[in-house]
């Protein structure tokens, strides 16, 4: 394609080479789309393949090559030109965003206060619609998780403390939050398993989530979830002590197809009476089902529907998704150099937010993210959406820098 005068960076970060200056301000920097946009080696890196774009548009429109270059190239701008006109996009917004600001300045100078504030409304909305432009631009530039439409199992199962049994209640609302959100989303919440706890709380729950993109706004909800509070009854309550209690999410994709080949001389089937709420047939028939998978000693557990054979049918669907989701974890960690979104380890014992009650404050630990108003948090609307899609703005943020930083080491070699 040279000969054609196909362009191409060579080598490929000559405009791109990002130095320790670059890495210190992904430290030092509170990291949104926009700091990272406003960066010169992101902006010399992007100009790059809009100039790609262009070069490649230029070869095809000439009629010069023969059928497999005319392919490859329709492949490369079809992938740049989504890149492109995105780029483009945010410069023409960028170049808005500074005429407002040359306004706001000069009509501060006049003492115009009410065309000023207008001004300022305007920029606001501005940004914000730079802000979503650039997280745009930068979904694009890598590549999308392979599970991130899937559906999902979704389980909460309550940690040890002592003094009381915040642990299980916490469990109850966690579980209550999720299913909230999912309304919220116009998600279906189907509950898989549900084991109640004595006074109100809950042991362990799952459920079965499906709907637009899942997988991509749970996925890191998994892990430990820790609450601070002072409990509503007992001496503790009268002395105003402050107790901590954990629990566990685990959040599982399913692809609708999972091809997980599962011996029946490998299972376990045992059956019980249902538990908790669920109408006259509870702690009748033995309706509810547990399966254990006897290689690896994973279990799971049923009672949802009347019928002891559609339990069977939703447990060893379960089975399988979990079983598929070990595969899932070697391919990750394979796949971990390539592609690391520096949110942790994502591992079920890993602490990632706290929810403290006395100081009604919710912290995310991976990104450093407080917000206010547990109560708005729990119940699994905007506020539980807001602090979602902060995690995924910062995965995305991750992505883009790990993804060049990669380039620049393999043209260098390392």
Not at 123 to 146: A, T
Not at 315 to 338: D, F, G, H, I, N
Request: net charge neutral; aromatic share 8%; proline share 2%.
């Amino acid at each position: 394609l040279h000969s054609h005068g196909f362009w191409r960076p060579k080598p490929l970060l000559d405009t791109v080479r990002f130095t320790l200056s670059f890495n210190s301000w992904r430290r030092k920097n509170h990291q949104d789309s926009q700091a990272l946009w406003k960066n010169e080696a992101v902006q010399k890196y992007l100009e790059s393949l809009s100039k790609e774009y262009q070069q490649v548009s230029h070869q095809l429109s000439a009629h010069l090559l023969n059928d497999f270059e005319q392919r490859t190239l329709r492949r490369r701008c079809a992938d740049l030109s989504a890149v492109a006109a995105a780029f483009q996009e945010i410069k023409e917004a960028e170049r808005e965003v500074q005429e407002l600001e040359a306004m706001c300045t000069e009509l501060d100078s006049r003492d115009e206060k009410q065309l000023l504030e207008l001004a300022l409304e305007e920029k606001e909305s501005l940004d914000k619609k730079m802000n979503m432009l650039c997280r745009k631009l930068f979904q694009l530039l890598v590549p999308k998780e392979k599970y991130d439409t899937s559906p999902v199992i979704l389980e909460v199962t309550a940690g040890r403390t002592t003094g009381g049994d915040i642990c299980q209640q916490f469990t109850k609302e966690m579980f209550d939050m999720y299913q909230s959100y999912a309304d919220y989303k116009h998600w279906t919440f189907d509950i898989v398993n549900y084991t109640p706890a004595e006074i109100g709380g809950l042991h362990h729950a799952a459920a079965h989530i499906s709907g637009e993109n899942v997988y991509r706004h749970l996925k890191y909800e998994g892990g430990t979830h820790r609450v601070q509070r002072i409990p509503e009854t007992g001496l503790s309550s009268r002395m105003q002590r402050i107790h901590t209690g954990t629990m566990s999410v685990i959040v599982l994709p399913q692809p609708e197809e999972v091809d997980v080949k599962v011996d029946p001389k490998d299972l376990r089937i045992d059956t019980f009476r249902a538990k908790g709420a669920g109408g006259q047939h509870v702690n009748k028939t033995d309706s509810a089902v547990r399966i254990v998978h006897l290689p690896t000693g994973l279990a799971v557990e049923c009672q949802q529907e009347r019928s002891q054979q559609l339990n069977k049918e939703i447990a060893l669907r379960t089975l399988r998704a979990k079983l598929y989701q070990q595969v899932l974890e070697k391919q990750l960690s394979q796949e971990q150099s390539a592609r690391k979104l520096q949110l942790g380890t994502r591992a079920q014992s890993e602490r990632i937010r706290t929810y403290n009650f006395t100081q009604d404050r919710v912290t995310d630990h991976r990104i450093s993210y407080d917000a206010r108003n547990i109560k708005e948090i729990l119940s699994g609307k905007e506020a539980l959406d807001k602090l979602i899609n902060r995690l995924l703005e910062f995965a995305e943020i991750e992505a883009v820098t790990q993804y060049l930083e990669n380039l620049q080491a393999l043209e260098g070699g390392g």
